[in-house]
């Protein structure tokens, strides 16, 4: 073990920390060393979104002293920024295990600065803290979940006034401050107990009233009301809120997935919390088959991605991709306003730069104004703001199974998207068909786009830099050809510059600076690789696209599409 790891435990071992981490760190020592050297190579890193890790009792671990230490450097950034204005925070958790403690824990280290502190009484989902925010006119607030991650994981996502994660400037003020903050003993803990409300059902109520109005036809759904509709929370906050919200819109025919309904951030019945994934929807599809449902919708735990399943043409129950499910849903909300009469001419919606251009090109046969942000939809946020009092957001979403419908909140909402959904599969249904039928018209209209992820998880002390050796190799000696296929544009976000590779032309990319790496080729693929932000994995997403002339065309035009992004792997040496 190095000096500056043996200096971090020694640390720790000596200092004001309870008996239990002591004693852990000691079997540690004795017992596993390289899990010890692990865990206490660097501090947690507060990044631009807050934190996420595994849990444990060390510097690179969620625990209460890594919360607490995050939460002393964002109350002081938040008193250096407000001065003597009142400072109130919201403060809400999923059904992790250990987010109670570590929500409380939270609250107790604001009020101890002073802080009005808003706390929810049990598990919410996280776009209602993202409403409370707005709601209650707080300065900032805190959620404590990792949200689709395993259940070792834990985090702490952070939110300014606007109920938006942090953007610049402030994301980068906040890590200052936190980083500054040498040790626990620079922690207020206790002693603001006062200052702390808790809140309930008021908030709820308040929040699907809100969501409740985002329907564009509700006398549609009065047609359609016993829709069958399946819904897994997977063990998440989704339980508390989804199925009140469907009655709301509503929807009177809703089977709960009851293997999967009672919170437990265990998730005995999955491997991975996240609704992306076939074997996590597993239960949830074999309930919708058997019960012949129009539609499938699962939660992750924090409630702010969503999956759906529907049966396709074939009459097989298939799951939608984080792209397909986008576009169903902007081009529902362009298409169905247009229809009532209530879209306006300065309509906006907000896609990101890894997200189909399926998307962009729906805007623009509607002639809806269509901006591509960073991934994450604190930029989706940064850009309402930027734009508010001129153009009017309608919907944003990204790849990733989030969506965010009207403007009352600023992230990513899988409460309302679950009940548009319900909507959409309502509304088609009226009309004699399924959501998936939908899905192959606006192919036929827009063009068909396919999209695939994969992701390489580099673990460990040596992970991040494999993963950033990776992200040189393709900066500094991009490929000539992929799959085949020239490769005409190179985007890179980080140096926020965009390359001709057949001309050196060059010219400026205005988003703010991003490890990203685009990949355009001739035939019209794109390629984009991104580190995650909160995982030890480097993604990459491909792009492909060709024309559909007829129905009877799908199935060998997907298969056409499948196998050119097939190609585009090995072609890339990533299988």
């Not at 604001?110 to 049990?122: E, M, P, Q, S, T």
């Not at 709960?256 to 919390?273: K, L, R």
Request: aromatic share 8%; net charge negative; with cysteine.
């Amino acid at each position: 073990m190095n000096a500056a790891i043996q200096e971090r435990v020694n640390i720790w071992v000596n200092g004001n920390y309870d008996a239990q981490t002591k004693a852990i760190i000691a079997d540690l020592q004795k017992d596993n060393p390289d899990e010890l050297a692990d865990a206490f190579y660097r501090n947690l890193e507060f990044g631009t979104g807050g934190l996420r890790g595994l849990m444990g009792v060390d510097t690179n671990r969620v625990n209460k002293y890594t919360i607490g230490m995050a939460t002393q450097g964002f109350a002081n950034y938040l008193k250096k920024t407000y001065g003597n204005e009142e400072i109130k925070i919201a403060i809400a958790h999923d059904s992790r295990n250990n987010s109670r403690f570590f929500a409380e824990t939270t609250a107790n280290v604001f009020a101890a600065n002073g802080i009005k502190v808003y706390l929810f009484d049990a598990l919410r989902p996280t776009p209602e803290l993202s409403f409370a925010i707005r709601y209650l006119g707080c300065k900032a607030g805190v959620v404590c979940t990792a949200s689709h991650n395993p259940k070792e994981y834990n985090g702490y996502k952070a939110y300014w006034n606007d109920g938006g994660q942090l953007v610049p400037p402030h994301d980068k003020n906040v890590i200052i401050e936190v980083e500054a903050i040498d040790g626990v003993d620079a922690v207020k803990w206790t002693g603001g107990e006062s200052n702390i409300t808790i809140m309930g059902m008021e908030m709820d109520d308040a929040y699907l009233t809100m969501v409740a109005g985002l329907s564009v036809y509700p006398d549609v759904i009065a047609k359609q009301h016993d829709l069958k509709i399946v819904y897994t929370p997977i063990h998440g906050t989704g339980i508390t809120l989804v199925p009140q919200m469907l009655t709301r819109f509503g929807f009177t025919n809703v089977t709960i997935v009851e293997e999967q309904a009672s919170p437990d951030g265990n998730f005995p019945t999955v491997a991975y919390p996240n609704p992306e994934e076939s074997e996590t929807m597993s239960i949830g599809l074999k309930k919708a088959q058997s019960l012949n449902a129009d539609i499938l919708l699962g939660t992750d735990p924090d409630a702010d991605r969503v999956g759906i399943g529907v049966k396709n043409h074939k009459g097989e129950w298939v799951l939608m991709n984080g792209n397909q499910t986008a576009v169903l849903a902007f081009a529902y909300m362009m298409e169905a306003r247009k229809a009532k009469g209530i879209a306006q001419p300065n309509d906006m919606v907000v896609s990101t730069i890894v997200t189909t251009e399926m998307i962009n090109e729906v805007a623009r046969q509607n002639n809806v104004a269509c901006y591509n942000v960073l991934t994450g939809f604190k930029w989706i946020a940064e850009k309402i703001k930027e734009l508010e009092g001129k153009e009017n957001y309608v919907i944003g979403g990204e790849e990733s199974f989030g969506l965010m419908i009207g403007d009352q909140i600023r992230d990513k909402d899988a409460v309302s998207a679950v009940g548009l959904m319900c909507e959409m599969a309502a509304y088609e249904k009226n009309q004699g068909k399924s959501l998936f039928d939908k899905m192959i018209e606006l192919y036929l209209q827009y063009g068909f786009y396919y999209e695939t992820l994969i992701s390489i998880t580099k673990k460990g002390m040596n992970g991040q830099k494999e993963i950033a050796n990776m992200m040189e190799g393709y900066r500094t000696s991009p490929p000539s050809t992929i799959n085949g296929s020239a490769v005409i544009t190179l985007l890179d976000y980080q140096l926020q510059t965009g390359k001709n590779l057949q001309t050196g032309e060059t010219w400026p990319i205005s988003l703010p600076k991003s490890n990203v790496l685009q990949f355009i080729t001739a035939d019209g693929s794109k390629i984009s690789a991104r580190p995650s932000g909160t995982e030890p994995k480097i993604k990459f997403y491909f792009s492909v696209k060709t024309t559909l002339n007829s129905k009877a065309e799908f199935d060998a035009k997907q298969l056409e599409l499948e196998n050119r992004i097939k190609g585009i792997i090995q072609s890339m040496q990533l299988d």
